[in-house]
């Protein structure tokens, strides 16, 4: 009676379960070779734009703020190429100013100053406020440095983060740079950091 039945025979024919899943289905398991595809496509992708990039210079629009903290490099580079030579460090502070007022005080008026000269000269961008400058002395601790909160820096630290800034942007192609202080930091200083102080127009 079994050989009247072909079912018997063969029993996987009938039965589309026993079948390989890759079969039934090709776009269940990506070909291999897809894989191997988009890779060499992202290979030569990536080298196309690196060798774009190496034979032509980039370039940026201006964007709508002057403060550097806010482009990119490009940016600045484009900004520098288009006669914004001039540029404007501000110092500020990190010091108590009083129970109601924060210690960040003196970092927002220089930096707001700065902006609003900046606009008025035009072609001049602002550098990123400088905010460790010199509070007095540790020990004994005087001014500012009695109370919690306020961060000085010694004179010569100062006066050398002032002239790397100088030489930093010099090197970017700024051809003015003006260090922005406070009357009370020029007076604590003594003029530390002058050398590294180019004048308007120089």
Not at 20 to 33: E, F, I, L, Q, V
Not at 82 to 96: A, D, F, L
Not at 122 to 141: C, E, F, K
Request: glycine fraction near 8%.
């Amino acid at each position: 009676m079994s050989d009247d039945n072909p079912s018997d025979d063969n029993p996987s024919d009938d039965n589309p379960s026993d079948a390989n899943p890759s079969d039934a289905n090709p776009a269940a398991t990506p070909p291999r070779r897809y894989a191997v595809l988009k890779l060499a496509l992202v290979a030569v992708a990536s080298a196309t734009f690196a060798l774009t990039i190496a034979t032509r210079p980039l370039t940026a629009p201006l964007p709508n703020t002057l403060k550097m903290t806010d482009m990119t490099w490009v940016e600045v580079r484009s900004a520098i190429a288009q006669g914004y030579t001039r540029v404007i460090v501000p110092s500020g502070g990190i010091e108590q100013n009083g129970p109601h007022m924060i210690l960040g005080k003196h970092d927002h008026i220089v930096s707001f100053a700065a902006e609003r000269i900046a606009s008025e000269l035009g072609r001049t961008l602002v550098a990123p406020v400088v905010s460790y400058v010199p509070q007095g002395s540790y020990a004994p601790s005087e001014g500012n440095l009695r109370f919690p909160g306020t961060i000085g820096v010694p004179d010569d630290v100062y006066a050398g983060v002032l002239e790397g800034i100088a030489k930093s942007l010099k090197l970017a192609g700024f051809k003015t740079i003006c260090d922005r202080r406070s009357w009370r930091q020029r007076k604590a200083t003594g003029g530390a950091g002058a050398e590294a102080e180019p004048r308007m127009g120089g």
